[in-house]
């Protein structure tokens, strides 16, 4: 094994493809909100399920601290 450091040198990554908003220059740049929605329709049932896992999960929550609380 040699202990000399690497002489090879990081390009940066750039992205392959262009997105929306820097395709058309009269369209402002999506908000977080419509984005986040965007990725929720492709995802599908998977987001649903940790919907529904974190609604179970802050339920327990609130029933258990009310029972501990009482």
Do not use: C, D, W
């Amino acid at each position: 094994m040699s202990t000399e450091p690497s002489t090879a040198v990081s390009e940066p990554i750039e992205a392959t493809q262009p997105t929306a908003a820097k395709s058309t220059l009269n369209e402002p740049t999506p908000s977080f909100i419509k984005l986040a929605m965007r990725n929720m329709v492709k995802k599908g049932g998977k987001s649903l399920y940790h919907f529904f896992l974190s609604f179970v999960g802050l339920l327990g929550l609130f029933i258990g601290l009310a029972y501990l609380t009482r």
